[in-house]
């Protein structure tokens, strides 16, 4: 179970560092995103003035940067984050801060995620993205005391959530695990992550696998029917049945 919860995890780490500024502006409303020509030309012509960056301007570089960063074209936002970094303009300390965080998401270097979002937190104390970011982290480290409480602090993101109740597993701080997954029983059947870590809570020793089975079905109905997570619940809503099974056989033998 334990390699299965390092797998979510992972997928958490690389998917779950959310924008600084894109929380408070709707994508629709900062326009297309920019190809990488149209980004050196408006910096070029001072259409985006790093020196001076502003919130929208900011907002606009990271959702156009996000996507090169998925799609590894590094060295572009690299350059980008190096110029960033040179300018005195609040907007782009920390954008540059949290492109790099992105950027080492992706190649899985989880020490400099830690030093830029603890930056980010220095100058923006309240930034959830970069909590979520150090308490997954942490989570993957096996740090559970430093996860918890930047997890705690933003548990009303899913993803948060899951890692929460991941950790306090972890921790076999199962009174908590219990009221984490009762009081957010919605949001269990909507995000499959969550489900998965309150079904394994209530079927390891076996000892409610029919509340698992309830929360995984539950969570289930709401996947499409060719996705990573409708498979991930199959194998596990399986993976219980084959274990009530057999434990039934071994009490029956004795």
Not at 70 to 79: E, L, P
Not at 99 to 104: C, E, F, R
Not at 141 to 167: H, M, R, T, W
């Amino acid at each position: 179970m334990l390699s299965k919860l390092k797998m979510i995890l992972i997928a958490l780490l690389l998917n779950g560092c959310a924008s600084t500024f894109s929380a408070r502006t709707a994508p629709a409303e900062l326009g297309p995103q920019l190809a990488w020509d149209e980004i050196l030309l408006q910096l070029q012509t001072g259409k985006i003035d790093i020196k001076k960056l502003s919130e929208p301007d900011a907002e606009r570089l990271e959702q156009s940067l996000r996507p090169m960063i998925k799609k590894g074209d590094w060295a572009r936002v690299s350059y980008i984050i190096e110029r960033l970094r040179r300018s005195p303009a609040p907007h782009a300390k920390i954008l540059s801060l949290n492109l790099g965080a992105q950027l080492a998401f992706e190649q899985k270097d989880f020490m400099l995620v830690e030093k830029n979002s603890l930056a980010i937190l220095d100058i923006q104390p309240e930034n959830n993205s970069a909590k979520l970011s150090l308490g997954l982290i942490y989570l993957y480290g096996s740090q559970f005391a430093k996860a918890i409480p930047y997890l705690n602090d933003v548990k009303e993101n899913p993803k948060a959530l899951s890692a929460l109740i991941s950790a306090h597993r972890q921790t076999e701080n199962n009174d908590l695990v219990d009221a984490l997954c009762e009081k957010y029983q919605e949001e269990a059947s909507q995000t499959w992550e969550i489900a998965y870590n309150c079904s394994l809570f209530e079927a390891q020793n076996m000892q409610s696998p029919d509340k698992a089975l309830k929360i995984l079905n539950a969570s289930l109905m709401r996947q499409a029917d060719d996705s990573d997570a409708s498979r991930e619940l199959r194998k596990a809503i399986t993976q219980i049945e084959v274990a009530r099974i057999q434990k039934t056989r071994n009490e029956e033998a004795m």
